[in-house]
């Protein structure tokens, strides 16, 4: 039930450029790469499935780079799942047909309706919001 790389990695570069949009603000590949640690190859092509996907729009040119296509509160985190994992495909049991796989695909089907309803239910901005609350105890803790 965990994500994904290729997701964990969307979703920590989609909340860099979250925290940036009310300025209007562009990242470039290489600065979310060198901030976060991730390949740049492999960013790019996150990037770009999100760019398809209309999560980010691209801006060319020297300054250019990458920004959200819409603000972070209308972006939902399922939506950035199927966008860089595809859509969840049931496994078949046509093979396994006794009362006791019945009830753990049972069980799994709950669970995938649970995670989906927490992604739909979840925005980016719920995201950066939450990292900015721990971001702000971190300095206080500090002080």
């Not at 999560?55 to 296509?69: D, E, F, M, N, V």
């Not at 089907?109 to 901005?125: F, N, P, W």
């Amino acid at each position: 039930m965990a994500f994904s790389a290729k997701t964990e990695y969307g979703l920590v570069s989609l909340l860099e450029l979250a925290a940036i949009h009310p300025q209007g603000g562009v990242l470039q590949v290489a600065e979310i790469a060198a901030r976060q640690g991730i390949p740049d190859r492999y960013l790019e092509q996150m990037l770009t499935s999100l760019r398809r996907g209309q999560i980010l729009r691209s801006i060319r040119g020297p300054r250019g780079g990458y920004q959200l296509a819409r603000p972070p509160a209308e972006i939902r985190i399922a939506e950035v799942v199927v966008c860089l994992e595809g859509e969840v495909a049931s496994r078949g049991t046509a093979a396994r047909q006794s009362a006791e796989f019945e009830v753990i695909g049972g069980l799994e089907g709950r669970l995938e309706q649970a995670r989906q309803a927490i992604l739909e239910g979840t925005s980016l901005q719920d995201l950066l919001d939450e990292r900015d609350q721990r971001l702000q105890s971190q300095v206080m803790y500090f002080i």
